[in-house]
């Protein structure tokens, strides 16, 4: 079989100093991190959707990148030109994960479920014989529940009873797959589960039913031998306006409230976190404190766009950030997929992988600047210190869960100065967030 990218080398790591465009100047997948190799620490996959199937269309104008890899869209010989190329990406790139949607493995049938199902079949037994041997194996699974016109009303959360048994149906189909494809993980994105108007809306409804929906899955996966975990993506809005998995707060609440918090956990993306109005630490740092932290989509957004721009990764800063949480947390039950698209003038094969390579990078090198952080230990020490006075006394009684009101109210009355909660040092811990990424040798 011939090469789809054959003006591209197996990519190696050539270190900081290279200027080969088509080598990794921080990642090392056997260099050793607080005991971890890079590879094990960072599980790295391929989007399906972004880096096989979008050819740079938007809302102004067509495609601009070839994505036929020699078949014609739409047909059985292009979802199967799409897992040979996507193989050969991966081993090019040393990636032994890949996440997808079922809709964008096969064409879906306009008319007959039983048919796309029939086509799922056939593509994901070519890809178990292709993947054979290489090490590759799926990351997460999900279904498509946002693209056609059944879910404009949402899925789970549909007005139609109708759509909803559609959308179970899919749900049905993508964990069997999740099954026979070996994945960590099946994620959930509420893509339209939520509204644009409260007028004609019964959100009580909406979001049991959304529950109904994670409580059927949950338990026919466990039937079927389904290990995983299953993962809630929050989104605060497009496609819809308000959407009920706003940020990783709200979707713990609304698990916790349903009784699905032991089976479920999340799967934080970077641009999401900026469409909510969060940092991307922030989010992850409320997964950690709620022991939800699950999986990552890898990529940024763009502060002065307003929309989900699912760039690849290159900020350091949020990256180090990131992987600091990471760490702290004694890392990811699931991965990093880097659900991120090329910029559309970036339309040739050598510009998918510059991608993959500055987003790889981007948190090999966060890894690196995390763990000399955590092994600086200012960072660690100033908030110890911050927060000592609940090691002792009556801050040791609120803090044990002990502390009455009145015993409170009565150490309030005894003090003989204002109370004084100190420095919180904010401009220091930057600095040497600052010193830790520039002061010294990567």
């Given at each position: 079989m011939s090469e789809f990218f054959p003006n591209v080398p197996q990519i190696k790591y050539e270190g900081r100093d290279s200027k080969n465009r088509l080598a990794f100047k921080y990642y090392d997948p056997q260099r050793v991190i607080l005991g971890k190799t890079m590879e094990e620490h960072l599980t790295f996959a391929m989007a399906w959707w972004h880096n096989l199937c979008a050819v740079g269309v938007d809302?102004?104008?067509?495609?601009?990148?070839?994505?036929?890899?020699g078949a014609q869209p739409?047909?059985?010989?292009?979802?199967?030109?799409?897992?040979?190329?996507?193989?050969?990406?991966?081993?090019?790139?040393?990636?032994?994960?890949?996440?997808?949607?079922?809709?964008?493995?096969?064409?879906?049938?306009?008319?007959?479920?039983?048919?796309?199902?029939?086509?799922?079949?056939?593509l994901t037994d070519y890809l178990l014989e292709k993947t054979k041997g290489t090490g590759i194996r799926c990351l997460w699974a999900t279904a498509n529940m946002?693209?056609?016109?059944?879910?404009?009303?949402?899925?789970?959360?549909?007005?139609?009873?109708?759509?909803?048994?559609?959308?179970?149906?899919?749900?049905?189909?993508?964990?069997?797959?999740?099954?026979?494809?070996g994945a960590r993980g099946y994620v959930f994105w509420g893509g339209r589960e939520g509204y644009e108007t409260l007028l004609n809306t019964d959100m009580a409804l909406e979001q049991d039913n959304v529950a109904q929906l994670f409580r059927m899955s949950r338990d026919y996966g466990r039937s079927i031998g389904f290990k995983g975990d299953f993962y809630i993506e929050p989104k605060p809005k497009e496609p819809m306006k308000h959407q009920y998995d706003f940020d990783a707060a709200t979707a713990i609440g609304?698990?916790?409230?349903?009784?699905?918090?032991?089976?479920?956990?999340?799967?934080?993306?970077?641009?999401?976190?900026?469409?909510?109005?969060?940092?991307?630490?922030?989010?992850?740092?409320?997964?950690?404190?709620?022991?939800?932290?699950?999986?990552?989509?890898?990529n940024q957004g763009d502060m002065l766009l307003g929309w989900d721009t699912d760039q690849?990764?290159?900020?350091?800063?949020?990256t180090t950030l990131a992987m600091y949480e990471i760490l702290k947390a004694g890392g990811l039950r699931g991965g990093l997929n880097f659900d991120a698209k090329n910029r559309r003038p970036s339309n040739t094969p050598e510009d998918m992988f510059t991608a993959f390579i500055i987003g790889m990078d981007s948190f090999?090198?966060?890894?690196?600047?995390?763990?000399?952080?955590?092994?600086?230990?200012?960072?660690d020490a100033f908030v110890k210190e911050r927060y000592a006075s609940y090691e002792t006394g009556i801050?040791?009684?609120?803090?044990?869960?002990?502390?009455?009101?009145?015993?409170?109210a009565a150490h309030a009355?005894?003090?003989?100065?204002?109370?004084?909660?100190?420095?919180?040092?904010q401009e220091y811990l930057e600095g040497v967030v600052n010193n830790i990424l520039f002061g010294s040798a990567g």
């Open positions: 809302m102004f104008g067509a495609g601009t990148a070839d994505k036929t890899f739409g047909t059985m010989s292009h979802a199967k030109a799409k897992v040979d190329a996507g193989i050969e990406f991966m081993q090019k790139l040393g990636i032994k994960y890949y996440c997808f949607h079922d809709a964008d493995i096969v064409p879906e049938d306009p008319t007959d479920i039983n048919e796309t199902n029939r086509r799922l079949d056939e946002f693209s056609n016109a059944r879910f404009m009303n949402g899925a789970g959360s549909s007005n139609s009873a109708d759509v909803f048994c559609f959308a179970a149906a899919q749900a049905k189909k993508g964990i069997e797959l999740a099954v026979k494809l609304f698990l916790q409230k349903h009784g699905l918090d032991d089976d479920f956990k999340m799967n934080i993306e970077a641009n999401h976190a900026t469409l909510a109005g969060h940092t991307f630490q922030h989010e992850l740092r409320v997964c950690a404190v709620n022991g939800m932290m699950g999986s990552v989509d890898a690849f990764p290159s900020n350091v800063y949020d090999a090198l966060g890894l690196i600047k995390a763990a000399a952080l955590i092994e600086d230990g200012r960072i801050g040791a009684k609120i803090k044990s869960g002990t502390a009455t009101l009145e015993e409170c009355a005894a003090l003989k100065a204002p109370a004084d909660p100190g420095s919180g040092g």
